[in-house]
């Protein structure tokens, strides 16, 4: 099992060099700048914004695309590790992280508002009562698996999912947990429209 050799740079676009890095951060960084990638020039990144990330992101990705995909779909398996997505930003890419959010950063009113509507959804029957989760081991690179069982059940009939590039068994616990609860708890949604007050906020923000 090797690690990839990744460019880092810092918060001022600084060249850094070329080490081994496991960083799911700078994995997507490379996904953007390398030759075999986006090919985006390293000046027209947010340097700040993405140091930040790989400074307080803890999530590594171990796998090697060996098929052909999308720039968009490997970034999208790489930042689901960390229950993530990237957006487009105006010209900029950014990941939308799913975490618990205190600060709001714009207010819908009747005012700007219109056509508003809420809904409750209730999870359907339950045809697994556990998630399983696939994983590959860092230290032997062969397949494992970890299972989340939630208070109740017994564990009997799991739903069996696959992560790529995952390799911590806490983390890929983690991974099962957040998808599971995702599937089958109640949830309320709020349904309106609005003007270009709709544009400030984000994939995931309050």
């Known amino acids: 099992v090797t690690d990839r050799k990744l460019r880092h740079f810092d918060s001022t ?3 850094l060099g070329v080490w ?3 960083s799911s951060i700078w994995a997507i960084v490379d996904c ?5 990638g986006a090919k ?8 700040a914004y993405w140091v930040n990330l790989a400074e307080t992101v803890d999530s590594k990705f171990d796998n090697v695309f060996t098929s052909k995909s999308t720039i968009w779909d490997v970034m999208k398996i790489i930042a689901a590790n960390f229950k993530a997505e990237p957006v487009i930003v105006g010209s900029d890419v950014r990941l939308a992280i799913d975490s618990v959010e205190s600060l709001p950063v714009t207010l819908f009113t009747p005012d700007n508002a219109f056509d508003m509507s809420w809904s409750t959804s209730f999870p359907e ?6 998630v399983e989760v696939v ?6 690179g062969l397949k494992s698996s970890v299972q989340f069982t939630p208070p109740g059940s ?7 999912l696959t992560m790529i590039g995952e ?3 806490d983390s890929a616990w983690r991974y099962g947990a957040y998808i599971y609860q995702g599937k089958y708890a109640v949830s309320d949604s709020v349904k309106f429209s609005t003007g270009m007050e709709g544009m400030i906020p984000l994939v995931g923000d309050v």
């Open 13 to 15: 676009g600084t060249d």
């Open 32 to 36: 953007l700048t390398a030759d075999y």
């Open 125 to 130: 029957r339950l045809d697994s009562n556990c």
């Open 20 to 22: 081994s890095d496991r």
């Open 40 to 47: 985006i020039p390293v000046s027209e990144l947010d340097h």
């Open 154 to 160: 017994d564990g009997s009939n799991p739903e069996t």
């Open 167 to 169: 390799s911590d068994r």
């Open 135 to 140: 994983y590959t081991d860092h230290s032997t």
